[in-house]
Nanobody, 124 residues
Framework: QLQLVESGGGLVQPGGSLTLSCAAS????????IGWFRQAPGKDREGVSC????????NYADSVKGRFTISRDNAKNTAYLHLDSLKPDDTAVYYC?????????????????WGQGTQVTVSS
């Protein structure tokens, strides 16, 4: 069974940090771009960050630029999103996804598979 499984979410105080993981099973991540998206209650899904298959290209939403870092370890078949300087507005369910091409991830289209999501809550 082909799956993406997110983990690492939780409750954190403003200014805190978390690292989210996205582990693939049933296939290898090597040839895919990976994206992180989030959805807060009552809001539309928002693209957070993308990374190319090689890891050489990354992009970030303006709202997280300088605070979040996307990375991948193809040997571990896992991608990561490090969240730093968290704000209450970052509260959302975070999802990882795959696209064949990096441009598709950045453009927000042609998603192949989604994980179940992991909840991040930023609150004092």
């Amino acid at each position: 069974q082909l799956q993406l499984v997110e983990s690492g979410g939780g409750l954190v105080q403003p200014g805190g940090s978390l690292t989210l993981s996205c582990a693939a099973s049933g296939f290898t991540l090597d040839n895919y771009a990976i994206g992180w998206f989030r959805q807060a209650p009552g809001k539309d899904r928002e693209g957070v960050s993308c990374i190319s298959a090689s890891g050489h290209s990354t992009n970030y939403a303006d709202s997280v630029k300088g605070r979040f870092t996307i990375s991948r370890d193809n040997a571990k078949n896992t991608a990561y999103l490090h969240l730093d300087s968290l704000k209450p507005d970052d509260t959302a369910v975070y999802y990882c996804t795959l696209t064949t091409y990096y441009s598709e991830c950045v453009g927000g289209s042609a998603f192949l598979l989604w994980g179940q999501g992991t909840q991040v809550t930023v609150s004092s």
